[in-house]
């Protein structure tokens, strides 16, 4: 078996730039991700009841450590 990488040189910048992320975060941005997440814990655990839920299960501690 033989890999011939042609351009290698160049292997280093794409590798890079293939993972690079650029995010702008704002607090109404985040909040509203935060939202989001609440709301689907609480969907998910209207539909699976863990044996042993975490504290953070239960809504009132899961908003206020928000």
Known sequence: M????DEAHHIADVAR?????EANITLPHLTAQL?????H???YLSQY??????????????????
Request: glycine share 2%; net charge positive; with cysteine.
């Open 49 to 66: 009841c863990p044996v042993k839920p975490p504290k953070l299960a239960k809504a009132n501690h899961l908003i206020r450590h928000r």
């Open 17 to 21: 730039d293939s993972l690079e992320v």
């Open 41 to 43: 814990i609480g969907h």
């Open 2 to 5: 033989l890999l011939v990488l």
């Open 35 to 39: 939202d989001n997440f609440v709301r």
